[in-house]
């Protein structure tokens, strides 16, 4: 499949002092949910802005729909972009909000109305159009941004951090109603996030970076089961990370010992050696009074130093007599969570060896 969006060895340095995007190559399909997520200063909104012709390559080249941008400004690409403030006009009302970039474009007034209504359709907006911005409630503006983005008809939507000014609950129904939204209209959304759940729940393909570089490209379960190192294993969800070193390599496994929990085997293809690391997520973990036995099992003993009560499920924290602390997170399944146990109670917290992941880097 030809790429809308080839993103070619992009690089850009900031004054020769400040390296914001590093030697970057991806292609974006046709048609999909792309996020580009990372912590702040990851160099995700540089590249967003270089795709809409803000910010220019110090090298490399961007194409979309197969044309080199090198030499397009920004009003001339097939994008349009969607900004963390909205910026929506408050003089304006929602109607001629949408349809001002028909009117720079010279669109008759009769054809402008007719796509006006069209997005703000799309939108769950209908009947709006002649409200004034602040008789809106911060997601219906968020909706008059997109709508204004949408109008256009533009073969990439880019959108950066728009969900970020509103409320949790708010900000969960926006994340639904932007994925249906990408599946009705068919075209190429790019979004940058910081926020890990909204790029695992509404995303194809995720590429997480950090200092310039894309750590990883993946689809998301890929990312979360299988990080491809340590950085992407720790800025997604939740994890146990151990250092420990390798004892034995064996056909499909190794063997790793780690102070505190002692050696574990873990299927693990090609060589290793030497220092590594190895994790588990804290929901693959669970908490016993007994040892749980079985070949495939590691169980380590310690006591309880805390439980964080959150409402769906608890996080129970143990530390073995080494002084390793390992999070367990336990599913709050009644509404008491006396099976789970108390404050310097000693439990056994074990998991399945297959569900430990091996982080070379």
């Known amino acids: 499949m030809t790429p809308i969006i080839g993103i070619q060895s992009i690089t850009k340095n900031y004054g020769g002092e400040v390296l914001a995007v590093d030697d970057v190559s991806l292609d974006i399909r046709p048609g999909e949910f792309f996020a580009l997520l990372g912590p702040s200063g990851c160099g995700k909104t540089t590249l967003l802005r270089m795709i809409a012709g803000f910010e220019v390559p110090s090298a ?3 194409l979309i729909d197969g044309q080199d941008m090198s030499n397009v400004p920004p009003n001339k690409r097939p994008v349009n972009m969607v ?4 910026a929506v006009f408050p003089h304006m009302t929602v109607a001629d909000n949408v349809a001002y970039g028909l009117k720079m474009d010279g669109v008759s007034k009769s054809d402008a109305a007719g796509r006006v209504e069209e997005a ?9 159009g002649n409200r004034m911005p602040d008789q809106l ?3 219906q503006r968020q909706r008059v941004a997109l709508a204004r983005a949408l109008v256009k008809r533009p073969k990439v939507l880019l959108l950066d951090e728009p969900l970020s000014a509103l409320d949790a ?5 926006m994340q639904l109603e932007l994925r249906n939204l990408q599946a009705t209209v068919g075209i190429t959304f790019v979004m940058v996030t910081h ?3 909204e790029a695992l729940s509404m995303a194809d393909r995720v590429a997480v970076m950090e200092n310039g570089v894309v750590k990883q490209l993946a689809p998301p379960r890929d990312l979360y089961e299988y990080p491809s190192c340590r950085f992407v294993a720790d800025f997604i969800g939740k994890m146990n990370l151990f250092q420990g070193k390798v004892t034995n390599s064996a056909s499909g496994e190794i063997t790793v010992g780690v102070d505190g929990i002692g050696d574990i085997r873990v299927p693990h293809d090609g060589a290793a050696s030497g220092e590594i690391g190895i994790a588990i997520r804290p929901e693959k973990a669970s908490v016993s009074a007994e040892k749980p036995e079985g070949a495939d099992t590691v169980a380590i003993e310690g006591t309880i ?3 964080a009560y959150h409402g769906d499920e608890s996080h129970v924290f143990v530390k073995t007599d080494n002084g390793l602390t390992v999070s367990v997170t336990c599913p709050n399944r009644t509404r008491t969570i006396d099976d789970i146990a108390n404050h310097g109670d000693r439990r056994w917290v074990s998991w399945n060896r297959g569900d430990t992941l091996v982080l070379a880097e």
């Open 60 to 62: 490399g080249k961007i």
């Open 83 to 86: 900004f963390q403030s909205y």
């Open 120 to 128: 703000l359709g799309l939108v769950q907006l209908p009947g709006y």
């Open 137 to 139: 409630s911060g997601g």
């Open 169 to 173: 609950k708010l900000r969960e129904a």
């Open 195 to 197: 926020d890990q759940d």
């Open 305 to 307: 130093i805390q439980i």
